[in-house]
């Protein structure tokens, strides 16, 4: 975030977070399913495959605007799977005169299924168009990258506050890096869509990053 987009140290750093995330959703997925924890099971799953789909999006070349089998295929059908059990799950607690066994409301499955079949949609619109470009493809890399890291610190600011000082819980402070990533989504999506920070022409990778935070 501190470095210029598609600089070095940008590039460096966005590798060390794309393998940290899949290694640590791909084990936090695992670990959920062991201990029959779904909506973490479906958080994992949701992080894997919004860095995974944010990556790949960013390493094509601008230029190419193509799609592969990785999207079409893979990408695709693991985000309507994912979608359709998180909604299956958000029914039956709707429907349930008993308080969920997890602690999560239907509310907050019904918002991340949103997200996923928003995903979703934005998969099969890339596929029907043969690909992205310019602006297009920065937000896509943008939010998927920004949300998949909201899910992570949510998990842990929010969810995990145990190993937090019991006076730094008091001041309810853990909320703004929890919700950091969200602000930041929607600062950035902003400013690549609808501003000039980012001009709509086909470019090569080296110069896709432009923007300076």
């Given amino acids: 975030m501190s470095f210029r987009k598609g600089s070095s140290p940008h ?24 201990k029959h ?29 193509q799609t592969g089998i990785f999207d079409g295929v893979h990408a695709l059908l693991v985000a309507l799977a994912v979608g359709i059990v998180i909604v299956t799950y958000g029914l039956e ?18 918002f991340m299924d949103s997200v996923v079949l928003l995903a979703a949609a934005g998969d099969i619109r890339m596929l029907m168009r043969g690909g992205i470009s310019g602006a297009q493809r920065i937000a896509r890399h943008l939010w998927r990258m920004c949300f ?29 890096p929890a919700i950091l990533p969200l602000i930041l989504l929607i600062f950035w999506l ?12 086909s470019m090569s990778r080296g110069d896709v990053y432009s923007l300076r935070t």
């Fill in 148 to 176: 998949g890291l909201f899910i992570a610190s949510g998990s842990f600011f929010l969810r995990q506050q145990q190993v937090f000082p019991h006076w730094l819980r008091k001041t309810n402070v853990l909320f703004i």
């Fill in 190 to 201: 902003f400013r690549v869509r609808f501003t000039n920070g980012y001009k709509r022409k």
């Fill in 11 to 34: 590039r460096a750093t966005g590798n060390v977070f794309f393998i940290s995330m899949l290694s640590l959703s791909a084990s936090g997925a695992y670990l959920a399913l062991m």
């Fill in 93 to 110: 607690k709707a429907c349930s005169q008993t308080a969920p066994r997890d602690g999560v409301p239907a509310g907050m499955n019904f």
């Fill in 37 to 65: 924890q779904m909506n973490n099971v479906f958080g994992g799953v949701l992080t894997f495959y919004m860095v995974a789909t944010a990556w790949v999006t960013v390493r094509r070349k601008d230029k190419d605007g």
